[in-house]
């Protein structure tokens, strides 16, 4: 059974901090790994989608890379924002039989201090 | 629509009653997901749409939970003889297709079973 494992569970920064979030998961027989924000009482929003032929995948100032022989992902937030401020999820499908399933992990919650 | 949507956003009903929760996916979508977010128990898979059809139902925690799509479009998820345990968001999502295409999420409905 896939477990996909977050570290740190929560995080705070000042402003203007580089950070890195780490994403785990235990079987590498993964389809796709997605990252995700959410924010208080709201729905998930998706940031990047790496497939797993790839190592990495940009978007402004966010960057995530995907090993995924040794199971692992890491979501880099340059320039931290108090905007920036929200749970951040990773989640990986794999294929079972027609289905793409997405396993999420229990997020690290993001505070960005002024 | 630009997005998923799905309503109601919050629902609130007495425990034994019967719930439906609508989604709307993205225009052109032909996958559809249903997951639920509660306390302690992060988020889970429910159950998935290609087309009008849902393969796989296992997630489904048990027989009071139901799921059916019309027209490839709309999905309802319906939860008979509500129980306590029920209570949580349920998150619906869609995708263009099942595989590796990104998942996209609604703003989720949240379910208070008294």
């Known amino acids: 059974k896939q477990e996909v494992t977050q570290i740190p569970a929560a995080l705070s920064v000042p402003e203007g901090e580089n950070l890195v979030l780490n994403c785990s998961f235990t079987?590498?027989?993964?389809?796709?790994l997605q990252w995700f924000r959410q924010d208080p009482g709201k729905g998930l929003t998706s940031l990047l989608l790496?497939?797993?032929?790839?190592r990495e995948q940009t978007s402004g100032r966010l960057n995530a890379s995907l090993d995924k022989s040794s199971g692992r992902s890491t979501l880099y937030i340059a320039a931290s924002q108090p905007g920036d401020s929200a749970t951040y999820l990773c989640?990986?499908?794999?294929?079972?039989?027609?289905?793409?399933?997405?396993?999420f992990g229990t997020g690290t919650r993001l505070q960005v201090t002024l | 629509g630009a997005g998923v949507s799905q309503s109601p956003s919050n629902k609130v009903t007495e425990k034994g009653k019967d719930v439906e929760l609508r989604c709307d996916p993205i225009?052109?979508?032909?996958?559809l997901y249903w997951y639920r977010q509660s306390l302690g128990q992060g988020l889970e898979f429910l159950i998935y749409?290609?087309?009008?059809?849902?393969?796989?139902k296992s997630g489904l925690p048990s027989d009071r939970f139901s799921a059916e799509r019309t027209g490839g479009s709309v999905s309802t998820l319906t939860i008979q003889r509500t129980q306590q345990e029920d209570s949580a968001v349920y998150l619906c999502?869609?995708?263009?297709?099942?595989?590796?295409?990104?998942?996209?999420f609604g703003p989720g409905t949240r379910l208070t079973v008294l």
């Open positions: 999502a869609s995708s263009l297709a099942l595989g590796r295409n990104e998942q996209f």
């Open positions: 079987d590498s027989a993964i389809y796709n």
């Open positions: 790496i497939q797993s032929s790839q």
């Open positions: 989640a990986v499908s794999r294929i079972t039989g027609t289905a793409s399933k997405l396993t």
């Open positions: 225009s052109g979508h032909t996958a």
């Open positions: 749409f290609q087309g009008n059809s849902a393969p796989d």
